[in-house]
DNA sequence: ATGGCTGTATTATGGCACTGATGCACCTCG
DNA sequence: CGAGGTGCATCAGTGCCATAATACAGCCAT
């Protein structure tokens, strides 16, 4: 019924993506590691090969991983570090004024949030 | 590509939900007072009416605005602050645990953002 | 070299969300 | 009563998403 912001309703291959994504910035992947197999992970995440691949297709364009054919893909150095940039840059770009306006009509304050959860 | 957050590629009907919500809590639509036609604010936002009538949807189910079919759609009684208070609860409950610790990986903190921009 | 692992390309299919065009049912006002 | 304004239902078209079944291309350890 509200295919809104949510994590949920969002495509697979996008969930993966910033699934990947956020392993990378923590370093559960860490440079110079091969990423899982489109196939292992798909098993595991009980996806289809393709809709992984799909998902890693994003950051072989960006560069962040190297795709040895045959072989595996691994983390490019300096990944982490860059892909944390990018993605803060568009963040504060993008999605924060939209956030920080929503935020504001709903009488919510960023700066008492800091702490509470 | 990224059918995300950013209100760029969203449904248009949920951009016009968003839209209508914010004028409603905002009093720009004064309870009381009847929406905009179908046809009126398709017109104005170069919309299809059916778009604009799905975007009007929930906000019938919610009991929020009142039908009188043949006539117009009109903003019922407290809903302003309704709206906001569903609105409020829905983002502390869905939408901000998950900004919240994309900012925390990207190493921003709320606290350090309430002025800025 | 061969088996087994990698990523990739191809094609087809089903489902679902979004948008659109048309027509109908309802109400108000002159 | 008729004109013009409402909302609403129905049907159709389009595109994206996800899956599937294969097949191919490259690398490596045995």
Redesign the pocket.
């Known amino acids: 019924m509200n295919?809104n912001r949510p994590s949920s309703n969002?495509?697979?291959?996008?969930?993966l993506r910033d699934q990947i994504a956020a392993a990378i910035i923590d370093g559960d992947y860490p440079e110079g590691a091969?990423?899982?197999?489109?196939?292992?992970l798909?098993a595991e995440q009980?996806?289809?090969?393709?809709?992984v691949?799909?998902a890693?297709?994003q950051f072989?364009n960006d560069g962040l991983v190297e795709?040895?054919?045959?072989?595996?893909?691994y983390v490019v150095k300096g990944a982490a570090e860059r892909l944390r940039a990018r993605e803060r840059e568009v963040f504060l770009r993008d999605e924060w004024p939209e956030i920080r306006n929503r935020m504001k009509r709903l009488g919510l304050d960023p700066a008492d949030m800091a702490i509470s959860t």
């Open positions: 295919p969002r495509p697979v291959y996008l969930k091969m990423l899982p197999s489109v196939r292992a798909a009980g996806a289809n090969p393709l809709t691949a799909k890693y297709q072989q795709v040895q054919r045959g072989v595996g893909m």
